[in-house]
């Protein structure tokens, strides 16, 4: 759990480094002040010295510490807001306003916005004073962090819970992968006769999206049509959550007429489409919708150029996707190692297998072992069995209990007659004791 920081925080408080942040001089400004300490993502040591005006001039209040408390939790500089936290804390006890919701909940808040959640945890179970809200960022912050264990257990024991309690333990079974628990958590929350705002209904297309629960998601989308869920219209994060679900469940027909209907989309909605129809087999509508998009004035980002070469591997454009990687520093952007995959599998998939190897070879990074096995995939579609026995060796090496990285090397030995290599990479699978998995599919 790591030391816990009260102890030394009076001690602290005298040391010379963090006294500045208490030398200010006096002020008799308090309202003020007080709305100087409401700024959000100020330094933390600049907010220390606004308190301390403040404390100078008249006496703290639950509303001072809940201000202070929200300003350390923005600040830009996590890590100095992770020594002054406990300061703060110590103060907050010091006065006695930890009897007050609104304080507790700020700190609490504050030590989940640190990832210091045994320390959030010793607050909420010190006897503090507690609400609904002190049990919704608990929840949240455990999902958060990945801790869906404590998370179901905080919700578990909930006195009472609102709509935000439910959006933050869907949300945290999202986060962890749990999607099927999060649609049954959902239907629980619609039996209890909570509605859903925008928020839920997000990470509720998320899970669908990633079981292909297609019927469930349109029922969502019919809800929002119907229901006239409040802050729909202002907030594109819903229909880029439709978007997605349809593409992922392969309606793509669905997906362009969400898409169509919005009137302001951003670029994080106009990756989702391009991407989705790449992916679906729509490579030429990905990049004509890739050229609109620049009509449209808006600037790519990484996740742009990743869904524009993932439409020409679709569709077999090599040259244009040779152009599209290297017009990505034009844009200020940096290749990462999925474009340099992307363009790797582009030219595999084309049949320039000795190029694609170069690329991933010669990348500024160290290429996954996945975009290995693309390059391999690549090599057996095309026979090429020079580049397949350098590529197919270097994953038996990178994941040598994989079986799968054995098959595909022993069948492109087989289709070449190469008998002997064959037995050889049978038996070295056998000696590592490596088995292929069976392959699985997935329908609602």
Excluded at 171 to 178: G, S
Excluded at 245 to 262: I, P, Q, R, T
Aim: charged share 20%.
């Amino acid at each position: 759990m790591g030391r816990w920081p009260l102890a030394s925080a009076t001690r602290r408080l005298r040391r010379p480094h963090l006294a500045t942040f208490f030398s200010t001089a006096p002020s008799s400004l308090g309202c003020p002040l007080h709305a100087e300490l409401a700024r959000r993502g100020v330094p933390a040591a600049a907010s220390f010295a606004l308190y301390s005006r403040i404390r100078e001039a008249t006496t703290p209040t639950p509303f001072t510490f809940s201000l202070l408390l929200s300003a350390l939790a923005s600040s830009p500089s996590p890590s100095c807001t992770g020594l002054t936290a406990p300061v703060a804390h110590a103060q907050a006890l010091k006065c006695g306003v930890l009897a007050h919701p609104v304080v507790t909940n700020s700190l609490l808040k504050l030590y989940c916005a640190l990832g210091l959640l045994p320390y959030a945890r010793r607050v909420f179970d010190s006897g503090a004073a507690l609400d609904v809200a002190s049990w919704n960022t608990m929840v949240s912050g455990y999902g958060k962090s990945g801790d869906l264990p404590a998370a179901r257990e905080v919700f578990a024991r909930m006195p009472e819970r609102n709509l935000v309690s439910w959006s933050a333990m869907i949300d945290a079974l999202v986060r962890a992968e749990e999607f099927g628990e999060a649609l049954w958590v959902f239907d629980r929350m619609m039996f209890e006769s909570f509605k859903p705002d925008v928020v839920v209904l997000v990470s509720v297309l998320k899970a669908c999206a990633h079981l292909g629960a297609v019927e469930r998601g349109r029922w969502i989308h019919r809800y929002l049509e119907t229901k006239g869920v409040a802050g729909r219209q202002r907030n594109v994060k819903v229909e880029t959550a439709l978007v997605d679900m349809y593409c992922k469940c392969g309606c793509m027909e669905e997906a362009c007429c969400v898409f169509d209907s919005v009137h302001c989309p951003d670029l994080v909605l106009w990756n989702s489409m391009i991407g989705g129809l790449a992916v679906n087999g729509h490579g030429e509508r990905a990049l004509e919708l890739f050229r609109v998009m620049f009509e449209k004035g808006f600037m790519p980002n990484q996740s742009t150029f990743v869904a524009a070469l993932c439409a020409c591997t679709h569709t077999g454009r090599v040259d244009e996707g040779r152009s599209i990687f290297q017009s990505m520093r034009h844009h200020g952007i940096e290749p990462h190692r999925e474009h340099y995959g992307c363009l790797a599998d582009l030219l595999g998939r084309a049949g320039h297998v000795e190029e694609a190897e170069t690329v991933l070879l010669d990348m500024p990074m160290e290429p996954h072992a996945s975009q290995w096995g693309a390059l391999m995939s690549s090599c057996r579609m095309h026979n090429d069995i020079s580049v397949g026995e350098r590529v197919g060796k270097r994953l038996i090496e990178l994941e040598p209990h994989h079986g799968g990285r054995y098959a595909v090397l022993f069948n492109l030995y087989v289709v070449n007659g190469r008998w002997e290599d064959a037995k050889a990479i049978r038996q070295m699978m056998v000696e590592k004791g490596a088995k292929k998995d069976a392959g699985l599919s997935f329908i609602e």
